[in-house]
């Protein structure tokens, strides 16, 4: 193969590598988990240098696509890894205790998106859609009502059944039995009044403040594949984010 995909010219080299190596991710030739080739083969099979494809894994790992381990080698990121499985979920207890999340599915049901949904999916407004809802629990107490939107297509045969006999991080299921990886994320966040359905929900008053988040995760080449909206009580909680 070349050494280098159609790019602008002034795309450093080890970018064009990281993206030869991302096009491998989405093609499934290397499989969430699994090892990828030393930095001397990949050297070789893209005719650079070993540090050119030491600072484009560089690269990747710091997006989370790949994990180094040390005298392991290299291998591809999973959301079933403890140190990933919850990395899009950035609520936080205000003591600081370290809290196992519990979560409780309501809804799973097939429907045709709103143009909301469809615009945020990038799909034909007739394409079917999977919405599913569930509450997140801390200490047994709810604290986050999730409505999630998903594209048919590519959840075909996801139950509620299936989700609630799923034990592991619901992004984990959605990489192992659908191929399906979130790789990103973009939110917008805003402060709302609780309505009556999300107040039962959530055990607080009619009117109470909630912290409304909308989140668009995308999986490789920046397609879009769920539309997620949480509202989050945060009376003993709070949103956390690291800025760099």
């Known amino acids: ?31 969430p988990g699994e090892a990828i080739p030393s930095e001397l083969e990949l050297a070789a099979r893209f005719k650079v240098s070993q540090g050119t494809v030491r600072k484009a894994i560089d690269e990747l790992a710091a997006a ?5 381990r040390q005298g392991k080698g290299t291998f591809v990121a999973t959301h079933s890894e403890e140190r990933t499985q919850f990395r899009f979920l950035r609520l936080a207890p205000d003591d600081g205790s370290a809290e196992r999340l519990s979560r409780k599915f309501l809804d799973c049901r097939r429907m045709r998106p709103s143009a909301e949904v469809a ?11 999977l919405q599913v809802r569930r509450l997140l629990y801390f200490r047994g107490a709810p604290v986050v009502l999730d409505d999630l939107w998903l594209p048919l297509a590519l959840f075909k045969g996801l139950t509620g059944q299936r989700l609630s006999e799923y034990e592991g991080p619901l992004y984990g299921l959605f990489e192992a039995e659908f191929g399906v990886r979130m790789i990103r994320a973009e939110e917008q966040i805003r402060a709302v009044a609780a309505d009556a359905d999300a107040a039962a929900l959530l055990e607080v008053g009619p009117g109470a403040p909630l912290l409304s988040v909308d989140r668009v995760s995308f999986t490789y080449g920046d397609r879009p594949v769920e539309l997620r909206r ?14 760099s």
């Open 119 to 129: 615009q945020a999916l990038d799909i034909p407004g007739s394409q079917a859609v």
């Open 230 to 243: 949480g509202l989050y009580d945060t009376r003993s909680h709070h949103y956390r984010n690291r800025l």
């Open 64 to 68: 989370h696509l790949l994990v180094r």
């Open 1 to 31: 193969m070349s050494a280098v995909p159609d790019a602008p010219l002034f795309q450093p080299l080890y970018r064009q590598i990281a993206e030869l190596i991302t096009r491998s991710l989405d093609g499934g030739e290397w499989k």
